[in-house]
């Protein structure tokens, strides 16, 4: 690795997701504003939304204070990192303040961000929508300002075509037109009354898609965040136009929106490109392990549900699709395959080392008995230890974080985290091969690793105190698989 590309291919790789979060090598695509934990209340949840009035837009309303934006960017980054998400897809808010601080401070951590002014004219608060004109002026020199600077990407982005009107909707077409190099991010079909009042809203289009496809924001490099309760016509019109989907089965869990179609998206006849995404606080956690692990739950369940045994086993999700889901396919769902998502060859080195231990104490023990002397024989004890992390492991897991050629993983819930050469068992993991449109779950694991202790020394653990990280004095050992070395090539 040489100027924070790959030189060659490793043998142990990395992980990317899409915070729609969707996915870093993680790509995690976030839907919501940075804000963290807003929506999560002791109180009965609401469903979408009366959740949107009651808590999302009285909290995005703060981010007009540049102070609180900065402040809450970092924190949002924070826990991205501490995730081992490296790259994500977010929304902002209507207030230019908020984009500018999240592009800044990605560009300090060096990490690369898709984002964009949020564009709402109706049915939100007085003071928080942002008029057509506005939208279309603030976004003009935001676009100029960010896109493609350094590792930034710009995303034109109608936070829903609910919350627009045909007005704001017009100023995203003029945008793309003029600008037809950015990416575009909003949310589709996500619940069922949000998709009966869009007939009403929009009523000279046939369906959710139409409304993006009447004004010309339908193909490649459009996310549309959930696609709960598309009809097997706009699957096949998004798969025909290049256009993705971003899955957030924590969100759809959590605010009750649905259960999305996994088998259906991934039709071979017509399968639609998908990042995983958190969607951070709709969704109620920030790792991509732990979407992985709703995501298999949504699967199953739908697998019970239907009559169709080919679209029922493809909701299944085994441990390779899944990580391949949140490394490259989340990146190729982004577009941004070329740049990241493996360790192929003059990408950019972004990757997580995670600890196969890594979650409650009960994962160390249960991992213990798949792999005694921690040397995987075959690919399929391999897929076992993968599996205990996506269903059990959680931040804990994320040894190290890696963006370009650094070390940026941070401190998080008081506890120290190591930045460089952790001291645990860990898998160094990566998807090998994309796929195609045929075998959307081919996938294979380069090689996976186990790291010696090593004690850091008094200048190591000065220099990361200066940089805001934190580095033990000693490394630590995780029960379980035993940190020996290991590998597995791919067949």
């Not at 902002?92 to 560009?107: G, K, P, V, Y």
């Not at 709402?120 to 929508?129: F, Q, T």
């Not at 690793?449 to 033990?472: I, M, V, Y």
Request: proline share 5%.
């Amino acid at each position: 690795m040489s100027d924070g590309r790959v030189k060659r291919r490793a043998s142990t790789p990395m992980g990317c997701w899409s915070s729609r979060t969707a996915g870093s090598p993680t790509s995690a695509r976030m839907t919501r504003s940075p804000r963290g934990t807003q929506g999560w209340s002791s109180r009965p949840s609401e469903h979408l939304l009366p959740w949107l009035q009651k808590w999302v837009f009285p909290e995005e309303i703060k981010f007009k204070d540049r102070a609180y934006a900065r402040e809450a960017a970092g924190r949002f980054f924070d826990n991205l990192l501490a995730s081992g998400t490296t790259t994500c897809q977010a929304f902002t808010t209507t207030a230019s303040a908020a984009t500018e601080e999240l592009f800044d401070e990605a560009a300090r951590r060096n990490m690369r961000l898709i984002a964009g002014l949020t564009g709402i004219d109706r049915l939100a608060p007085a003071d928080y929508a942002l008029s057509a004109e506005n939208f279309y002026r603030d976004s003009k020199r935001l676009i100029e300002r960010y896109h493609r600077q350094g590792r930034g990407l710009y995303a034109i982005t109608p936070r829903n075509a609910h919350v627009s009107t045909p007005d704001l909707m017009a100023a995203c077409e003029r945008l793309k037109r003029e600008h037809p190099d950015c990416w575009v991010n909003t949310h589709l079909s996500e619940t069922i009354g949000e998709r009966e009042e869009m007939r009403a809203l929009y009523p000279d289009s046939a369906d959710y898609l139409a409304v993006y496809e009447k004004y010309g924001l339908v193909g490649p490099k459009f996310s549309g965040g959930h696609g709960v309760w598309l009809s097997d016509d706009e699957f096949r019109r998004l798969s025909a136009s290049g256009g993705a989907i971003t899955f957030c089965p924590c969100s759809n869990l959590f605010l009750g929106s649905g259960l999305f179609r996994l088998g259906r998206a991934t039709d071979p006849a017509r399968r639609v490109r998908l990042s995983f995404g958190s969607d951070v606080g709709g969704g109620n956690r920030f790792s991509m392990l732990n979407v992985l692990d709703d995501a298999y739950k949504i699967g199953m369940v739908n697998n019970a549900m239907l009559d169709d045994p080919a679209e029922a086993e493809r909701n299944k999700l085994s441990a390779y699709r899944g990580f391949w889901s949140i490394t490259l396919g989340g990146a190729e769902g982004l577009y941004i395959d070329d740049l990241v998502g493996n360790f192929a060859p003059g990408k950019e080195a972004d990757f997580v080392v995670l600890d196969c231990n890594g979650g409650p104490p009960a994962l160390a023990w249960r991992q213990s008995l798949i792999v005694e002397d921690g040397k995987p024989p075959t690919l399929e004890q391999a897929a076992d230890l993968l599996f205990g992390l996506m269903t059990v492991g959680d931040d804990r897991a994320i040894e190290q974080t890696w963006a370009i050629d650094s070390t940026i993983k941070h401190v998080m819930s008081g506890r120290r985290r190591q930045s460089t050469r952790p001291g645990s068992s860990c898998l160094r993991t990566t998807s090998g091969s994309a796929g195609s449109s045929s075998q959307p779950q081919s996938s294979t694991l380069w090689g996976i690793s186990a790291l010696p202790t090593r004690r850091s020394t008094r200048r190591e653990r000065k220099s990361s105190r200066r940089r805001g990280q934190h580095l033990p004095a000693s490394g630590r050992r995780s029960r379980g698989v035993p940190a020996a070395p290991m590998y597995l090539n791919p067949a």
